[in-house]
């Protein structure tokens, strides 16, 4: 069988920067091997698959090459712009979405540009102290104990999808990073299944609070997310709790990814307390033809 899947980049308004997301509409009667069949031949870190929902005004799926995601930041952001593209939130600045990590609500601006500026909740922010070799964690992302910043600590962190959250000491460093992916689950010990985040202050854009980068799990079948939104989230609730001395009621950060793989992209991210919310828009690239069995 035949279809298309549409190709949108998220957290950018230039095609072929942000993150690279298929986008598959009405996926009502697909069976969840036919999503991951479709993500595994569109081959994006992730592809989100619209439905109907009974208890929300849509429901999304998302999937990697390897599996099915509980939630994606950039999914979202690719396949709200979508349902917008094709008339489907005609008139709405406020959607509710359910997605494997609740429902979750999203606001919608339209901009002079004609993109939409789209806000999307997060999960509660969860977190859990990293005990493993903090110098066999360097050397599965390339580098030594020495870049590891030690004020702050090494957490996993979720506020959707759990990730490895790992401060860098300079922005140097992250021009040196090479993944050896298949060491992770050794040393994740105790969530080997999870992606690893580093990030630091220094940032290349005077605008931005924080500079990071996303290497995934091996079981995702990627190596790298250009621009992640669940990650830029939890970092938000990470950076709130740990870096910033007397917290401000809200909490408005800019974080920019995709410099080390050409595709410069930024997620804003607002805390207020434990609410935790990314923003950010998409566009249009191209529609991608996919042939699958059924």
């Known amino acids: 069988m035949r279809m298309q899947v549409h190709h949108y980049d998220a957290f950018s308004d230039v095609p072929h920067m942000g993150n690279p997301a298929g986008v598959m509409l009405e996926s009502d009667k697909l069976?969840?091997?036919?999503?991951?069949?479709?993500?595994?031949?569109?081959?994006?870190?992730e592809t989100a698959f619209t439905m109907k929902s009974d208890v929300a005004d849509?429901?999304?799926?998302?999937?990697?090459?390897?599996?099915?995601?509980?939630?994606?930041?950039?999914?979202?952001m690719a396949a709200i712009h979508a349902l917008n593209d094709q008339g489907f939130l005609t008139g709405k600045d406020k959607i509710r979405v359910e997605t494997k990590a609740g429902i979750l609500d999203v606001k919608l601006e339209q901009l002079a540009s004609r993109h939409l500026n789209i806000t999307?909740?997060?999960?509660?922010?969860?977190?859990?102290?990293?005990?493993?070799?903090?110098?066999?964690?360097?050397?599965?992302?390339?580098?030594?104990?020495?870049?590891?910043e030690t004020k702050w600590p090494i957490m996993y962190g979720s506020t959707g999808t759990w990730t490895l959250l790992i401060p860098i000491k300079t922005l140097a460093a992250f021009s040196r990073m090479k993944p050896a992916t298949s060491q992770f689950p050794d040393v994740l010990e105790q969530m080997p299944r999870v992606s690893i985040h580093p990030f630091c202050m220094e940032t290349i854009d005077p605008k931005a609070t924080m500079h990071a980068r996303h290497f995934s799990s091996p079981y995702s079948g990627t190596v790298e997310d250009a621009v992640t939104g669940t990650a830029s989230g939890v970092m938000?609730?990470?950076?709130?709790?740990?870096?910033?001395?007397?917290?401000?009621?809200?909490?408005?950060?800019?974080?920019?990814?995709?410099?080390?793989?050409?595709?410069?992209?930024?997620?804003?991210?607002?805390?207020?307390?434990?609410?935790?919310?990314i923003s950010g828009t998409a566009v249009y690239v191209a529609d991608i033809g996919v042939s699958i069995q059924r």
């Open 31 to 45: 069976s969840t091997e036919e999503m991951q069949e479709i993500a595994r031949a569109i081959g994006f870190n």
């Open 58 to 76: 849509i429901r999304l799926r998302y999937f990697t090459p390897g599996h099915e995601m509980n939630l994606c930041g950039h999914g979202t």
């Open 120 to 148: 999307m909740q997060q999960a509660a922010p969860k977190f859990e102290a990293f005990t493993g070799s903090v110098s066999r964690l360097a050397q599965v992302i390339g580098l030594v104990e020495q870049d590891i």
């Open 236 to 277: 938000g609730a990470y950076y709130a709790a740990n870096v910033v001395a007397n917290p401000q009621e809200e909490l408005h950060i800019v974080i920019e990814q995709g410099f080390e793989v050409g595709r410069d992209g930024r997620v804003g991210v607002h805390v207020q307390k434990d609410a935790v919310e």
